[in-house]
């Protein structure tokens, strides 16, 4: 039977893919979850098969579908660090083939930074900025048949990140949040002052 959860600040039900890994604090409006160790979504487009040891789908999720049309969905994101790739994650889920990522996320350098992935078959990975903390806004938008990921410091001021669209199929869109730790033993990662609109995206590049 699958689990229905209600997220303050969303309209919709959510389900956790572990009700163990997630928990929800009503008096504070945040999510949290507790990454596994060696959690992952990620299909790497170098392997010479799609599935190897570099892919992994099996990162702890908290997913619901919205409502039909133009939306916006954003939320803080705090992350405690710990190994390379740990991440805090706005996620959009169609199937295991076709979903996309806006990652807050530890760099092999050591520093947290803005990241999307993009799955249409196998991934992509692209690295937007450093972030000097370990908080940030992340929102993720619907615009009629596309989607856009933005990025803030403050929660006011948004940085856009990507504007794509993933492979139409019979499956509508999920959206919710993630959390990973492919390299290490774990993460906790908070989700708080999450809001959403059905209000359409005034403009796209600045993000108002």
């Known amino acids: 039977m699958t689990i229905a959860w209600e997220v303050p600040g969303l309209p919709f039900t959510l389900s956790p893919s572990s009700g163990e890994v997630w928990t929800i604090d009503e008096a504070t409006a945040t999510v949290t979850a507790r990454a596994d160790a060696h959690s992952d979504i990620f299909i790497d487009p170098g392997a010479d098969t799609q599935l190897n040891a570099e892919s992994m789908l099996n990162a702890a999720t908290l997913l619901g579908v919205p409502p039909d049309g133009d939306f916006q969905l954003s939320a803080r994101v705090t992350a405690e660090f710990a190994s390379t790739y740990d991440a805090g994650v706005l996620l959009l889920w169609i199937d295991?083939?076709?979903w996309g990522?806006?990652?807050f996320e530890y760099s092999p350098d050591g520093e947290p930074m803005i990241v999307s992935v993009v799955a249409r078959g196998v991934s992509d990975d692209a690295n937007a900025f450093a972030v000097d903390g370990r908080t940030v806004w992340l929102r993720v938008s619907r615009m009629d048949h596309a989607f856009a990921?933005?990025?803030s410091l403050d929660g006011r001021r948004w940085r856009m990140i990507r504007?794509?669209?993933i492979d139409d199929t019979?499956?509508?869109?999920?959206?919710g949040f993630e959390a990973q730790s492919p390299t290490g033993?774990?993460?906790?990662?908070?989700?708080?002052d999450i809001?959403?609109?059905r209000e359409r995206l005034g403009e796209?590049?600045?993000?108002?």
Do not use: M, N, Q
Not at 170 to 175: H, L, M
């Open 185 to 192: 033993d774990g993460c906790v990662v908070s989700f708080e």
């Open 170 to 175: 019979s499956t509508p869109a999920s959206i």
């Open 163 to 165: 504007f794509f669209t």
């Open 96 to 98: 295991d083939r076709h």
């Open 101 to 103: 990522k806006l990652c």
């Open 204 to 208: 796209l590049r600045d993000g108002s």
């Open 149 to 151: 990921y933005h990025a």
């Open 195 to 197: 809001h959403f609109t």
